[in-house]
């Protein structure tokens, strides 16, 4: 069975800094596409970045391009998304996605 299990998420000031986590267990993690979401209150969930099974290619949302990084360590079944530059508007909840899987979520809140 997969678990997915978020983790970093918490409150920063706009131009902060955050990095999320997520561990996955009982998959092989090494061969799958991993996947960060977020949703708003009030707005529907939106696909952040995403990372090959290698981690040699991402992809980024327009929104947070040159701001996010998504990395991922399949040593350690890890996949990570450092958060720099925030802003208000990146305040949701963070999803982490991967084999038919999302974990439980982690709140963001970027406020002064």
């Known amino acids: 069975q997969v678990q997915l299990v978020e983790s970093g998420g918490g409150l920063v000031q706009p131009g902060g800094s955050l990095r999320l986590s997520c561990a996955a267990s009982g998959v092989t993690f090494s061969r799958y596409i991993m996947y960060w979401y977020r949703q708003a209150l009030g707005k529907e969930r939106e696909l952040v970045a995403t990372?090959?099974?290698?981690?040699?290619?991402?992809n980024y949302a327009d929104s947070v391009k040159g701001r996010f990084t998504i990395s991922r360590d399949n040593a350690k079944n890890l996949v990570y998304l450092q958060m720099n530059s925030l802003k208000p508007e990146d305040t949701a909840v963070y999803y982490c996605?991967?084999?038919?899987?999302w974990g439980q979520g982690t709140q963001v809140t970027v406020s002064s």
């Open positions: 996605y991967g084999v038919a899987a």
């Open positions: 990372i090959s099974s290698t981690g040699g290619s991402t």
